[in-house]
Every structure is written in structure tokens, then in C-alpha cells.
């Protein structure tokens, strides 16, 4: 009767229980989310990383590599024999005419005016013409540019006023100077950066409409020798048109006018006959310049001989860049041409045509360059003191110095820590190379975009890079790559890779492994067959069990105290004489080694007490009662039984050892070191350690080989565990 | 105790036991046994379960020895000598006493390895492959496994890795033989293959064997000791004689009443 | 009665005393030694990390700069002029490590409930791998995952103003999750080890399974699941390499009345530094032994060591409570 008071019924019972139930749902539900919290924690782990180790990266280099080449090449052109150099066209032209063994080459321009007296040859079988030149198969053509600012437009009205009736009247004029006028197209892209910046509110057609008249104030256009002509006489025709303003025009070369444009601000706009470099834009952009590139029109290379020449009336690439480089006799060159000398007539070094015939003809692939030449490069762009710092690190030819001193060299190889130059075979030609683009081209990532921005915003990256880096280079970068494996730690993150730090890992672990593999198995054997329930026993027991627990950055402690100070002699390899010069004290691999040893010493004891206690107990008996001793039995059956548990154990215990940092950084990994570790005493840095120190830099390409790094490690991990999955499953097979 | 086997001349002494108890910790197992075992013949312990019989077969190699608490007193006298006595080394009485187990237990290792490793460690310095096939053709295993001796020893069936076992005790020419309920884990064609197996070695061999199965004691034995446990649970020695003597005319009630299947 | 003639018997049967007499076994003897003494290494360890530790602790103390009261109570940790006052790099340790259980205490029981009762077999053999993963990742990534991921969404959920780039909180998050797997996968332990019989009684009893797993299964396991709880608290102040990336450069010095107690003091989007990131800091620096920075991280280790110590022996009584019940 009570009871039945007691619970509710009915309705009421039936409220109760879906109320109840309910309740269960919506917990079931929490269990299930927060299980897959810790999911989306791993997914999210793994997407961070792969964002930051790809994505779009604009590069720049500190000198182009084309312009390297260049100044090279202008060089040999300019040294080579029976060449006269001259800055006066016209001697050139007396010099040519008058040899028939003569060949030489002028801007289209000069060889119009001079056409009686020179022959003409075309390159590749294709004369200059204004459709060849145009479309370009005429090879040896370039652009002509003039470069200002927006805020000179807006500024300086008479330079405005200048620019608008030079792009209006350019096609008049061009022509007629020798040079070839500008596409439709192009000229509308130079009235389009024209109109932009210059603060007029104009639309196209509304060219000509300003009148120049009465228009006063002063500008100075500077540079190129190739667009000074063309200067003139848009400055006669605006002076004609009543333009009162002063222009100063200077004939000083390309390389001379934007120097005085972008570095010492003395023009306000700058003819040059080939685009700007990227050293110059930066140059601009330090000034708080941000030029605007204006191509009026293109100018094209005669190639002339006189017209005594008999032999031929044209020329390959190839032809011309040896009968201007190599060449003693025509027939150097081609076979069917005589075997005459070569007499060479070319502009000097200050003109752009000589920047321009070399530029246009020699190769400007670095990597193809001997290595001669290459080292001729080098030491032409760096300095004596870090040429000698290489020279000592690795030298350049086997039978002569080129930086160091030959007595100093000599020296150094004599002293007790001889440099590595001394005895290493000289560097090959791609060594050489790589050096050339570390140290002298160093390219350098001035920006980086994660994965996500690089796939769904790229072009806000483009706009950003348009505007921030126009001189960088746009592309998608893999920051894991293989070159990122196999190359040494370096400090700039372009070249930084992971090899000393992966040799590192795997000479660490070596030792880590070799000293607790054996003691912790023989731990293990003891406490599991020999141990008798005794006081000492049971405190090993709980004393393995609590060390499981100690935090990492202890045994780093421990390791420092033992290994690295009090074990000094050992640890160096002082004691056996053979310690690392460089280092002299105990943080080196072995310290290393040793403290994850004994870090992960409890692991394996652990591990290796659950495979033994697996073993079944009448393989033991079996081995006895036929009259083998305790230790005959334990190393010919239990071990074996317990092998595959016992490496399960001891791979996951090496793989922890591979990724822990905290003592290592404590022991004293190095932070720095370029060298691969070569014996137990030598400095170290591991996988972990290299993510650190990379993660705690600042800068953004250092978050990008970090997450590179993470991914190696990874990987490791991931197969070191995949194997002990199959040792595992291997093992399960069998039992 | 009642014991009729006591006749035998001294030559024909395999193994005795004089009083003995075993303990494990604090609890007696075992208590007051003696009995004399006869050499080339086949004596077997049963019981019902717990009093104590396999305990007593452990403690003639010295088996016993590897459960830590365990502890024998009295003795066990093998050719005169006490096996307990403190200067006698028990690896070498395992090696001339060897035993097989209630379920097979071969090496995860080859047949042939697995008769082979037993001489090897106790330096056999005879011709190895003759004394495997030696081993194996006394166990009656040599025509099943001639052409598998590399295969593992787990790839036989539970009959043949029994008789693997015997082979395996086998070569290393041991004096006796202990079986601790050989056949218990098999089926009745392998069993009676084992029981074959048995009568044979005895030629050759001191065999004692355990049995819970009365049938297998009376059709395969020459002697037959009945083990029982007391109120306080220790395993104590009832009746020991001739096989035929116990089953037909058993001395003891308890016996009796074991035999005809009203205990045990 | 069978009896056989003395012929018969085996050859050499008769065994003299000498054959049976006890062998020396040097090998063995020398095994059995060299094996104990591989198990003694590891009270070696011990003794070590308290000799070293005690030892540079002791130097400590002893020098005229430090005294043991100002240590315990000063809130200014300054070497630089010789303030050594370990709250504040305690005080960072409590706040990651309190943010950090935050998480993985009730995530992980959450999930260890969610595999134990609820999961299908299926469900359980792709969990529990992943988590396997989870727990297998070094700490120096999750470390870089604290800095590069979790610090830049605080940022944007709580505005970059309110979140500084090295804070508590961040470093607190991710050392919880990567402790998730540490916590489901003992607490697991103790609810699989719950008798089925005791489930069946309460269904039996028409409970439902929520009812069952909180209000049987969850307090019978909860000596085990405390043990659980204990050590990842332990394995939480002992992590390094999170709190070293992502909480902070230097240790938070504060003035109690001074600071403002939320605004500051127990801020926990600010920059602090805890016991062992400032032991790996001193120590990745040029350190010179038997300087006061030297001696000083092993006073700071000596504390942690004795803090996880501690718990980790709790901890193991715990389990070893649980196991009386339930083995």
C-alpha cells in the first residue's frame, strides 16, 4: 500500500523516466563532444603546422644574379685583345669603316646616321625593322623607361606639364631619333601609371589639350645617352611651344641618372635605357621614393662590320658572343669565315650600350658559369675577411689560395687545431655556386603567407606584393623540401636546414639507447625473476615507479650536475684526449645521451617487467627441468618470448627521447653549430632543440623552418610508432 | 601409511623419500610422505585433487624450487645422496631427473631446436643430429616430423608436442622421467599413443607419473601410490603397492572407496 | 610384482655424491650481480637528482644574498638585484597549471566516461589511437601550437589588446590538452576495471545508463580516477616546453596592494613565467657554474621536484587503494 504511494505512476511515472532519459541524451551528447574536442585539438595541431610550413613567399635578392654576370662579362668584353674602347661613337665608326676585319656594334640609332659608312648584319638571319623589333624577334632589343614619382608630378607642375607633352608627342619624335616607337598598348600603360600619379583628373584623349604655354619653374631630366637626343628635341618642341620653365637635361648614362634620381634626389625624372634594378628600386624606396616606370619607346643593337667585309652579312648568338669574348680570328667563330684577327670595336664602360649588348647576348644563368668564374664573383663581391674565413672553412683550388695569405694559410694548418681548409679536397663547382647565391645574391624572403592565405587570398598577397616588394618574386614555397633535410643549420632561415640537427637526434638517441637498453632490461630481468620480496627489492620497485614521474627538466638537472660538470673529463673525452678543441667542457653528445638515459630508463624497466611477466611460466619450468641454470633458461626462452614486448616498449620509450627538449636545452645544447656531430664528444643540437630555438626567434620565415622541422620530427615519430605498432601486432600474431 | 613396496634390492632403487613434509609459507602441503620408487618401472601418484601428489613429483627434481615460499623438509634420498642436503647442486639433479608437464610446453623454437637445446646446454659433445633423431624415434615422433625438423614446435598437434616434450627430456639421457598428469590436456587417440610411449620408455627409464585418471594408473602402471588430503588440508601418502594388488585388494578403506569411484 | 634383473639397469646408474655436488657457477653469480646492479641504478638516479639538487640548494641558502624566509614569502623573483622570492615563478606554475586541469580534468574524464560506457567497439578502436597520437606529440609542438595557434585565437576572440603575446592562459590550454590523453586513458583504466557485475545491478535495478556510469560505476573508480587526477596535476607542473614558448619571458613580479589583484595579479592574459620555464631560460644562457643564477635554478628544482614527488606518491596511493578493492 505505501509503496504504491510511494512512486509516482501513470503519467507521472512516465514524465519521470523520459525526464530521466533526457537527462542521459544530453549527457551522453557532452561525452561524446568532449571526447571530440581532443580530436579537433590534433587536427587543429596538424593544420597549424601544414599552414605554416607552405605557402606563397616573395623573395628578394640583395643582387640579382643577372647583374653579377653582367659587370663580369663587361669586364672580359672590355679586356679582351685587339679591342678599342672608346666613348666617342664617331671614332668608333672611322675604326670600323676602315678595317675589314672590323666588327663592332652601336644603338639602331647612331648606325642610321653613320649607314654609308658601315654594313649592317643581321642576327640570326633577321634584320632590325620596326615589325621585327616590335614583336621582338629581332633579339637584340630593350626598352627605353623614363622614371619619376607621383610626388614630383604632383609637386612640380613644369615637370608635369613636361611629362604629359612628352607621352603625347613621343611617336613624333622617336622615329625619326633611330629608335622604335612604343606598341599602342604599351603607350597606353605608360599614360595610364602617367595619369595615375600625376594628380590631373584626365581622361584618355585629353593628352594634348594642356597647354604648355607660359608653364614656368625648372626640372631636371637625367641619365641615359641613348634617350639624351630624344630628350632634346621634345625639350625644343615644348620650348617652341612657348613652355618658359627651365629643363636641365644631362647626358650622364643610365646607371648615373638613377643614382641622381633615387640616391641623391637631384632628378626629377630619370632616362635610363634598361629597367631599374632591384639594389636601385631599394635605394628609391629608402628615400621614401616609389618610381614610376614609363616606357617611351625601344631601341634596338646594330650589329656592324665595314663595308669591306666580304665574308658574311650575318651573325648568330652564338657567333657573336665568341667573337667578342674568345675569339682571336674570325674563323674562331665559323669555320667558313676567314682566319683573320678580330679587331672589336665597343662603346665604353659608362655607356648602356655596352651594358646592354652584353646583357642581351651572354647567358646570365649563374649556375652554368665555371667555377673560375664563379670564384672570380665571389671575390669580387665580398670581402677579404670572409673570403679568408671561407678559404679556411674549405679552399677554392687545391694548388693556390685566393683570399688568404699563403704564410698565414700555412700557419693556421701548423697550429694544434688546424682548420678544416687544410685537409679538405677544394670545393667543386656547385659549391662554389651555392656560396656565390648565400653570400652575394642572398636572396632573401622579405614575406610570408600561410597555406590558407596563399590558396583563398591570393590575390590580396599579389596587391600587397605589387605595392610593398615590386622587385620580390611571388612564389609558392615549400619550406619542407629536401634540400631543407640535407642542408647544414645556417642562420639566415632560406638556407637553414635540419641535417646537424637530425644527425644530432640520431647520435643522442644512439647513445641513449646503448646505455639504457641493456641496464634496463637487466633491471627488468632481475626485479622479474630474481627479486625476492625483500626491503631493497621493493624499493627499487616504488623507486622505478616514482621515477616514471619525475618531470623531464630534472633529469636535465641531474644530467647537468653529473654528466656535464662533475663528469667533465669523461664527458669531453678529455680523458681520452680525442675532445672536440672547440668546445672543451662536458656538453656534448654523450652528456646528452646519458641524461635521456637515465630519463628514459624507468620506461623501459617498465616495459620490458610487463613483457617478461607476460612470458608463460612453463616455458621456465620447461627450460629448468631439463637441467638448465636460471640464467640458461631466462637468455635461451623467456628473453625471446619477451623480445618483441621488450622493443615495443623500448621504441616508444626512444621515441619520447627523440622528442624531449627541456633537459636538453638544460644540459646545454649548442645554438649555433654549422658542423655535424662526429664522435660522442662533439657539441650537439637535436630535432627539438632546433624547433625551439626557431620557434622563440621573432621573425616570421623562423615560424615557417620550425613548422618544416616539426614535420621531419613528426614523421620520425610517426614511423618509429607505426613499427612498434607491427612489432606489436607481429607479436600478438604469434601468441 | 600403508606401504607393501618395500622388497626391492637396493640396485633396483631409483629414488626414495623419508618423511617428508613440504611447506608452502606458512600452510603444509604435503606431510609425512616416504616411499621408495623401483628404477625401470612406472609408478604412479593419484589422488583426488589437492592432496598433493603433483606436489609430491615436484619435489623429486626439485621443482619446488622455484616457488619462492615453498620449503621441503625431510629427505629425498637419490642414489644415497640427499637432494635437499645444501651442497647438492639442483641443476644437475634436474638434469638426471627430468620431468613433463600437465600441458605441452614446447620451446617457440624448431623441433629440432627444441630437442637439441637441453644437450647443447648441458655440452653434449656427441654427434647432435643423431641424438635428435635418436630422441625423437624413442618418442615415437621421428616418422611425423622427419621432414618438418625446422618447422616450430607449435605447428604440432597437443598429442605430438606431448611427445615432443618426452623427446626433448629424452636427450638429455636422464635416470627418471617425472610425468605430472601427461595426458590430462589431450584427447583419448593421443593419450593412448602417450600410454604406448610410456610402456616403452620404460625399458630404459624410472618413470613416475601423476594421473587424476584411474583407468590410465591401473592399464599403465607397475605401482600405484593413492595420495589423500587430511581435515587441515595437507596431502598425505594412504596406500602404496603393486598396481594390481591396489585396484583389486586395496588395503584401505579411503582406497577402496577412491577406487570404486565414491570420493575423489 | 614386477622385477627386473640388475642387467637391466641403466649404465652408470650407481651416482656418486661428487656428481651431485653443488658446482660454483661464477657466470652466474656474475649475472645475477651485474642484473641487480642495473636495478640499483635507478635508486642511484634518485639518490643523485636529491644530492645534486640538495647540494646546489644548499649553496644557495647559504650565500649572504639569500635567506630562506625571503624566498618563501617575497613576490619578486630579480636576480639581478639579488631578489629571490619564488611566489612569482610559483604563482606561474599554479596559474598554468590550474587553467591546464581546467581543461584536461573534465575533457578527459569526459572522454575516458564516453570510451568506458558508451562507445561502440568501433568507435573505441579509432579513438583511442588518435588519442594515442595526441599523447605521442612532443611537447616543444604543442609548445609552437600554444604560440602560433592558441595565442593568435585568444587574440582575436578577446581582442590583441586584452590577450599579450606571451600569456598564461594560452600556455594553461594547451599543456591541458596534451595532458587529455593522460587523464581519459587512466581514468579509463579505473572504470574498466568496475566489475560488470556491479553495472548489471544497477540496471537491474532499472537505472539508466547515465544513472549507472555517474552514480555506481564513476564513484566505484574513483580512488583510480583521483590517482588520475593527481598525477596529470603533477605531470602538469612539471611541463617545460608549452610554458616555456608560450607564457612568458620573465617572472611576474608583483606588490600585493600595489597591483591590481584581477587586473594584474591574477591576470591570466599576461606574461608569467613558471618554475620550469625559468630553469630552462637560465639555463639555455651563458651560465657560469657556482654563480648565484647556477645555484639558484636548483633551489627552484629542489621545490618542483619535492611538489611532483609529492603528488606522484599521493597519486600511487591512490592506486594502490583502488587496487585492494578491486584485485
Not at chain 1, 257 to 285: K, N, V
Not at chain 1, 580 to 600: V, Y
Request: hydrophobic share 45%.
Amino acid at each position: 500500500m505505501s509503496q504504491q504511494t510511494s512512486y509516482p505512476e501513470g503519467s507521472a511515472l512516465k514524465g519521470q523516466i523520459t525526464s530521466r532519459q533526457r537527462r542521459g541524451s544530453a549527457w551522453q551528447l557532452a561525452f561524446q563532444v568532449s571526447t571530440i574536442i581532443g580530436i579537433i585539438a590534433l587536427i587543429a595541431l596538424l593544420y597549424n603546422i601544414t599552414n605554416q610550413a607552405f605557402g606563397l613567399v616573395a623573395i628578394q635578392n640583395k643582387v640579382e644574379p643577372s647583374s653579377l654576370v653582367l659587370a663580369l662579362e663587361e669586364e672580359r668584353l672590355l679586356s679582351a685583345e685587339n679591342t678599342v674602347t672608346s666613348e666617342d661613337d664617331n671614332e668608333l665608326v672611322a675604326g670600323i669603316a676602315s678595317d675589314a676585319n672590323a666588327i663592332g656594334f652601336f644603338g639602331y640609332a647612331y648606325y642610321q646616321q653613320n649607314s654609308d659608312q658601315l654594313k649592317l648584319l643581321t642576327v640570326d638571319g633577321i634584320a632590325p625593322t620596326a615589325e621585327s623589333v616590335q614583336n621582338e624577334t629581332y633579339g637584340l632589343v630593350r626598352p627605353l623607361y623614363l622614371y619619376t614619382t607621383a610626388d614630383v608630378l604632383a609637386q612640380n607642375q613644369a615637370a608635369n606639364i613636361f611629362l604629359n607633352y612628352y607621352l603625347t608627342h613621343i611617336n613624333e619624335e622617336i622615329e625619326d631619333v633611330g629608335y622604335f616607337a612604343t606598341s599602342d598598348a604599351q603607350l597606353s600603360e605608360a599614360r595610364a601609371a602617367w595619369t595615375a600619379a600625376s594628380g590631373l583628373n584626365l581622361q584618355p584623349g585629353q593628352w594634348a589639350a594642356i597647354n604648355p604655354e607660359g608653364i614656368t619653374g625648372q626640372l631636371s631630366v637625367v641619365g641615359s645617352s641613348t634617350l639624351f637626343p630624344v630628350n632634346e628635341r621634345i625639350a625644343e618642341r615644348l620650348a617652341a611651344d612657348g613652355f618658359a620653365a627651365t629643363v636641365n637635361l644631362a647626358n650622364v648614362g643610365s646607371t648615373a641618372g638613377l643614382r641622381a634620381f633615387c640616391e641623391e634626389g637631384t632628378a626629377d625624372i630619370a632616362a635610363a635605357s634598361r629597367p631599374i634594378t632591384s639594389a636601385e628600386f631599394e635605394a628609391c624606396r629608402e628615400n621614401d621614393l616609389r618610381p614610376i616606370e614609363i616606357q617611351i619607346g625601344t631601341d634596338a643593337l646594330a650589329i656592324v662590320t665595314s663595308p669591306e667585309n666580304s665574308f658574311t652579312t650575318n651573325v648568330t648568338q652564338q657567333e657573336l658572343r665568341t667573337l667578342f669574348d674568345t675569339a682571336t680570328t674570325w674563323a674562331d667563330a665559323n669555320e667558313a669565315w676567314p682566319n683573320n684577327p678580330v679587331a672589336r670595336y665597343i662603346p665604353g664602360a659608362d655607356s648602356g650600350t655596352l651594358d646592354f649588348f652584353a646583357e642581351t647576348v651572354f647567358p646570365k644563368d649563374l649556375a652554368n658559369l665555371s667555377k673560375e668564374t664563379l670564384v672570380e664573383l665571389l671575390t669580387a663581391n665580398i670581402s677579404v675577411g670572409l673570403g679568408r674565413r671561407l678559404e679556411r672553412e674549405q679552399r677554392f683550388y687545391d694548388d693556390r689560395l685566393v683570399f688568404d695569405d699563403p704564410d698565414l694559410f700555412a700557419e693556421a694548418c701548423a697550429s694544434d687545431n688546424p682548420a678544416a681548409g687544410c685537409t679538405m679536397p677544394a670545393r667543386d663547382q656547385e659549391n662554389v655556386y651555392e656560396l656565390l647565391l648565400q653570400e652575394v645574391v642572398a636572396p632573401d624572403v622579405v614575406s610570408a603567407w600561410s597555406l590558407m592565405d596563399s590558396l583563398f587570398a591570393r590575390d590580396e598577397v599579389e596587391a600587397f606584393v605589387a605595392t610593398e616588394y615590386p622587385n620580390a618574386e611571388l612564389t609558392f614555397r615549400s619550406w619542407l623540401t629536401l634540400d631543407f633535410i640535407t642542408s647544414p643549420q645556417s642562420s639566415t632561415p632560406e638556407f637553414a636546414g635540419v641535417r646537424t640537427a637530425i644527425m644530432g637526434s640520431l647520435w643522442v638517441v644512439a647513445i641513449t639507447v646503448f646505455f639504457s637498453f641493456p641496464i634496463g632490461v637487466g633491471a627488468a630481468i632481475y626485479l622479474e625473476e630474481y627479486a625476492s620480496d625483500t626491503f631493497i627489492n621493493r624499493t627499487i620497485q616504488t623507486n622505478i615507479n616514482n621515477l616514471a614521474g619525475v618531470p623531464s627538466i630534472i633529469y636535465g638537472m641531474l644530467g647537468l650536475a653529473i654528466f656535464v660538470r662533475t663528469l667533465e673529463p669523461l664527458t669531453s673525452g678529455a680523458l681520452f684526449g680525442v675532445g672536440d678543441g672547440t668546445t672543451a667542457n662536458g656538453r656534448t653528445i654523450l652528456s646528452a645521451g646519458l641524461t635521456l638515459g637515465l630519463l628514459i630508463l624507468p620506461v623501459i624497466i617498465i616495459a620490458a617487467q610487463e613483457a617478461i611477466r607476460a612470458v608463460p611460466h612453463s616455458l621456465r619450468q620447461a627450460g629448468m627441468a631439463l637441467g638448465a641454470t636460471k640464467w640458461q633458461t631466462i637468455w635461451a626462452h623467456v628473453l625471446p618470448s619477451a623480445l618483441p614486448g621488450i622493443l615495443t616498449g623500448t621504441i616508444l620509450a626512444i621515441s619520447r627521447a627523440i622528442g624531449e627538449t627541456a633537459p636538453l636545452v638544460v644540459v646545454g645544447a649548442s645554438t649555433l653549430i654549422f658542423v655535424d656531430p662526429n664522435s660522442p664528444f662533439s657539441k650537439f643540437t637535436t630535432l627539438p632543440i632546433q624547433i625551439y630555438q626557431w620557434t622563440a626567434r621573432p621573425q616570421a620565415e623562423f615560424r615557417n623552418i620550425a613548422a618544416a622541422a616539426i614535420l621531419v620530427l613528426l614523421v620520425l615519430l610517426l614511423s618509429l610508432n607505426a613499427s612498434a605498432i607491427l612489432l606489436r601486432n607481429r607479436y600478438a600474431r604469434r601468441a | 601409511m600403508t606401504s607393501t613396496v618395500t622388497g626391492f634390492a637396493n640396485g633396483n632403487l631409483a629414488v626414495e623419500a623419508r618423511n617428508m613434509h613440504v611447506y608452502y609459507g606458512p600452510f603444509r602441503a604435503v606431510k609425512d610422505v616416504s616411499l621408495k620408487i623401483k628404477t625401470h618401472a612406472i609408478t604412479a601418484f593419484i589422488g583426488p585433487s589437492g592432496c598433493g601428489k603433483s606436489t609430491v613429483l615436484r619435489s623429486f627434481n626439485r621443482m619446488n624450487d622455484l616457488v619462492a615460499t615453498a620449503r621441503v623438509e625431510g629427505e629425498i634420498l637419490y642414489h644415497g645422496n640427499n637432494i635437499y642436503s645444501n651442497d647438492v647442486d639442483p641443476v644437475e639433479i634436474r638434469r638426471r631427473i627430468g620431468m613433463v608437464f600437465q600441458k605441452p610446453n614446447p620451446f617457440p623454437k624448431t623441433i629440432y631446436e627444441n630437442v637439441a637445446w637441453g644437450a647443447r646446454i648441458n655440452s653434449y659433445k656427441g654427434d647432435m643430429d643423431e641424438l635428435v633423431e635418436s630422441s625423437l624415434r624413442q618418442a615415437a615422433l621421428w616418422n611425423e616430423v622427419k621432414d618438418k625438423l625446422q618447422e616450430s614446435g607449435y605447428s604440432l598437434s597437443g598429442g605430438q608436442q606431448q611427445r615432443l616434450c618426452i623427446a626433448r627430456t629424452i636427450a638429455v639421457k636422464p635416470d627418471i622421467i617425472l610425468m605430472d598428469e601427461p595426458t590430462s590436456a589431450l584427447d583419448p587417440v593421443a593419450t593412448l599413443r602417450i600410454e604406448e610411449l610410456i610402456q616403452e620408455l620404460k625399458k630404459n627409464y624410472t618413470i613416475i607419473i601423476v594421473t587424476h585418471n584411474m583407468q590410465q594408473a591401473a592399464r599403465a602402471s607397475d605401482f600405484t601410490a593413492f595420495y589423500n588430503m587430511d581435515e587441515d588440508r595437507a596431502g598425505y601418502l594412504v596406500e602404496y603397492s603393486g598396481t594390481n594388488e591396489l585396484f583389486t585388494n586395496p588395503k584401505n578403506e579411503l582406497t577402496e572407496q577412491y577406487i570404486t569411484g565414491r570420493f575423489g | 610384482m614386477a622385477t627386473r634383473s640388475p642387467a637391466q639397469a641403466m649404465i652408470g646408474a650407481q651416482v656418486s655424491r661428487e656428481e651431485l655436488a653443488k658446482r660454483p657457477r661464477v657466470g652466474e653469480t656474475l649475472i645475477q650481480g651485474f642484473l641487480f646492479i642495473c636495478g640499483a641504478i635507478s635508486i642511484l638516479t634518485t639518490v643523485g637528482i636529491l644530492y645534486e639538487l640538495g647540494k646546489e640548494a644548499l649553496l644557495f641558502f647559504r650565500s649572504p644574498d639569500v635567506t630562506l624566509v625571503e624566498f618563501f614569502t617575497s613576490t619578486h623573483w630579480q636576480p639581478a638585484i639579488l631578489d629571490f622570492g619564488i611566489w612569482p615563478l610559483v604563482l606561474g606554475t599554479i596559474f598554468t597549471s590550474v587553467i591546464a586541469m581546467l581543461v584536461a580534468l573534465p575533457l578527459g574524464l569526459a572522454t575516458a566516461i564516453y570510451l568506458s560506457e558508451y562507445a561502440s567497439e568501433r568507435a573505441r578502436n579509432i579513438l583511442k589511437p588518435i588519442l594515442e597520437v595526441l599523447a605521442g606529440i612532443p611537447t616543444v609542438v604543442y609548445g609552437y601550437f600554444a604560440l602560433t595557434f592558441m595565442t593568435p585565437l585568444l587574440r582575436n576572440l578577446l581582442g590583441a589588446d586584452n590577450v599579450q603575446i606571451f600569456n598564461t592562459a594560452s600556455a594553461g590550454i594547451v599543456v591541458g590538452i596534451l595532458i587529455i590523453p593522460l587523464v581519459s586513458s587512466l581514468s579509463e583504466d579505473a572504470l574498466h576495471a568496475v566489475p560488470i557485475g556491479l553495472r548489471q545491478a544497477a540496471y537491474a535495478l532499472g537505472a539508466t545508463k547515465l544513472e549507472t556510469s555517474l552514480k555506481i560505476v564513476l564513484p566505484g573508480a574513483l580512488s583510480g580516477i583521483t590517482a588520475a587526477f593527481v598525477f596529470a596535476i603533477s605531470r602538469a607542473i612539471g611541463e617545460t616546453m608549452v610554458v616555456a614558448i608560450a607564457a612568458g619571458n620573465g617572472p611576474k613580479n608583483f606588490d600585493f596592494g600595489q597591483d591590481p589583484l584581477f587586473g594584474t595579479i591574477l591576470n591570466p592574459f599576461v606574461a608569467a613565467e613558471t618554475m620550469t620555464a625559468h630553469i630552462v631560460r637560465i639555463s639555455g644562457g651563458d651560465l657560469s657554474y657556482d654563480s648565484i643564477d647556477y645555484n639558484s635554478i636548483f633551489a627552484i628544482g629542489l621545490t618542483l621536484f619535492l611538489m611532483t614527488l609529492g603528488l606522484n606518491i599521493l597519486s600511487q596511493r591512490f592506486v594502490a587503494r583502488f587496487r585492494e578493492v578491486y584485485e
